[in-house]
T-cell receptor, first 113, second 112 residues
Framework: DAKTTQPPSMDCAEGRAANLPCNHSTISGNEYVYWYRQIHSQGPQYIIH???NNETNEMASLIITEDRKSSTLILPHATLRDTAVYYC??????????????FGTGTRLKVLA | DVKVTQSSRYLVKRTGEKVFLECVQDMDHENMFWYRQDPGLGLRLIYFSYDVKMKEKGDIPEGYSVSREKKERFSLILESASTNQTSMYLC???????????FGPGTRLTVT
């Protein structure tokens, strides 16, 4: 199964862009990259996902390298409420045809006032 | 909004007790998942279910079993709780196919 590697922690100034890197060098061609975040005492919340192309939604942008071995989640204007643990996840297919997530250990992002 | 609810936020049980953790989703999702979350280890998949009465082992199924008798409900069972099962347990659900998972708030289980 593909694994992801993330830095354990990062700081970002409020109003600045937060760039969270992730390595997934063993990812297979049909495995998607997902990003979730978890605010203290809550369940993880979906942010964005992608396969090959860069993606953008109202929360964030996802940049995936051409070789698909790494990606970066970008929060364009970080606020204090973005302080959370961010998980980079590879979605893989099981033998039963169900999609399952393989979580990394996450990056604890602290947004500073 | 999708709602995934878990029966308890906090639970304290004794070693050897049988423990039931319940999860209910209201979006008619086919898939349901149980994870445990421990410091430094992230989320690890215990079991999942892709249909009523169907289940598949995740990455750490030892010491756990599951039950799915109705589509909206997925139970995690600790037959004989042990102290190393003290953890945060998270339930999630999703539609069949390449769709995101929705997580419940978690149950913090302490086994003494």
């Amino acid at each position: 199964d593909a694994k992801t590697t993330q830095p354990p922690s990062m700081d970002c100034a409020e109003g600045r862009a937060a760039n969270l890197p992730c390595n997934h060098s063993t990812i297979s061609g049909n495995e998607y990259v997902y990003w979730y975040r978890q605010i203290h005492s809550q369940g993880p919340q979906y942010i964005i996902h992608g396969l090959k192309n860069n993606e953008t939604n109202e929360m964030a942008s996802l940049i995936i390298t051409e070789d698909r071995k790494s990606s970066t989640l970008i929060l364009p204007h970080a606020t204090l409420r973005d302080t959370a643990v961010y998980y980079c996840i590879v979605r893989t297919l099981t033998t039963s045809g169900t999609y399952k997530y393989i979580f990394g250990t996450g990056t604890r992002l602290k947004v500073l006032a | 909004d999708v709602k995934v609810t878990q029966s308890s936020r906090y639970l304290v049980k004794r070693t050897g007790e049988k423990v039931f953790l319940e999860c209910v989703q209201d979006m008619d999702h086919e898939n349901m998942f149980w994870y445990r979350q421990d410091p430094g280890l992230g989320l690890r998949l215990i079991y999942f279910s892709y249909d009523v009465k169907m289940k598949e082992k995740g990455d750490i199924p030892e010491g756990y079993s599951v039950s799915r008798e109705k589509k909206e409900r997925f139970s995690l069972i600790l037959e004989s709780a042990s102290t190393n099962q003290t953890s945060m347990y998270l339930c999630a659900s999703s539609f069949e196919g390449p769709y995101e998972q929705y997580f419940g708030p978690g149950t913090r289980l302490t086994v003494t």
